[in-house]
């Protein structure tokens, strides 16, 4: 039984490609079904459109450049890397080494707005909460809101990660309680905020890597909606019935080679 599902298991077929050899791809983000963002280590931006057309080869299936914003993060001596970006709708944010967050929109070929850090501390990853409302993380271990419905550069509040400084790594947010925010760090830290409150650090931190954390998000199973935290391993962080409690799972079990799953337990998300 095990030896014919084996025989059953079959490599993902690459249907097209593009070339992306200006720099690293960062991160990609998709606005729409069949458009999305991807972030270069050149600082450049791309939105690329997957395109489905019967005479466009065995696959008819093609990626089209449907724009492309370049220098995002240069500098006067090089070009600095787009760490990360977020979509919101027509709307990308993204965030550079450099300290810059620049806005952009799908329709546009130039930046809707560039904000530059008075500090110059690289962003890491960046986030829309809201439409108007957008949170980046640096290498300080610092989270900056901005209210991009002010033209003021100043953050409208700072969090802090930790006392001790380390960098925050990647940022994800409750999908119905936007006021509940997730942040990972270069430590293997997890920390917790509800933006309702002004407490600047965070409510509850979770230390369960001995690496930095690569990525933060929610999963949804049969059983369970849980955050997840990735890095080389993998672990399911989940919360009580209250909002602002948080915990790590009692029981793991690997799975695969070098994965750690923790095992669901009560109320959750």
Request: aromatic share 10%.
């Given at each position: 039984m095990e030896e014919h599902?084996?025989?059953?298991?079959?490599?993902?077929?690459?249907?097209?490609?593009?070339?992306?050899?200006?720099?690293?791809?960062?991160?990609?983000?998709?606005?729409?079904?069949?458009?999305?963002?991807?972030?270069?280590?050149?600082?450049?931006?791309?939105?690329l459109r997957i395109a489905r057309e019967n005479n466009l080869g065995s696959s008819g299936i093609s990626l089209v450049q449907a724009n492309q914003w370049k220098d995002l993060h240069k500098t006067k001596l090089v070009c600095s890397s787009c760490n990360g970006l977020s979509c919101s709708g027509d709307h990308i944010m993204t965030a550079g080494s450099d300290g810059k967050i620049v806005l952009l929109n799908a329709k546009r070929n130039s930046p809707v707005r560039v904000i530059l850090s008075n500090d110059s501390c690289s962003f890491s990853a960046c986030l829309f909460l809201k439409q108007d409302e957008a949170v980046a993380g640096n290498n300080r271990g610092q989270i900056k809101l901005w209210d991009l419905r002010s033209a003021d550069e100043t953050p409208s509040r700072t969090c802090n990660l930790s006392i001790d400084i380390f960098g925050a790594t990647c940022i994800a947010k409750h999908p119905t309680q936007p006021h509940v925010l997730v942040a990972g760090g270069t430590d293997g830290s997890i920390a917790f905020w509800d933006l309702r409150g002004n407490q600047n650090y965070p409510l509850s931190v979770v230390k369960a890597h001995s690496g930095a954390v690569s990525e933060v998000s929610k999963i949804r199973t049969t059983r369970v909606s849980t955050p997840i935290k990735l890095f080389s391993s993998c672990r399911y962080i989940f919360t009580s019935n209250s909002p602002t409690t948080f915990s790590p799972a009692p029981k793991a079990e690997t799975c695969g080679i070098g994965m750690e799953v923790e095992l669901p337990r009560a109320p959750m998300w």
């Open positions: 599902e084996e025989s059953q298991i079959t490599e993902p077929e690459r249907l097209t490609s593009f070339d992306h050899s200006f720099g690293d791809v960062n991160e990609l983000q998709f606005l729409t079904t069949d458009v999305f963002a991807s972030a270069s280590s050149n600082g450049t931006v791309s939105l």
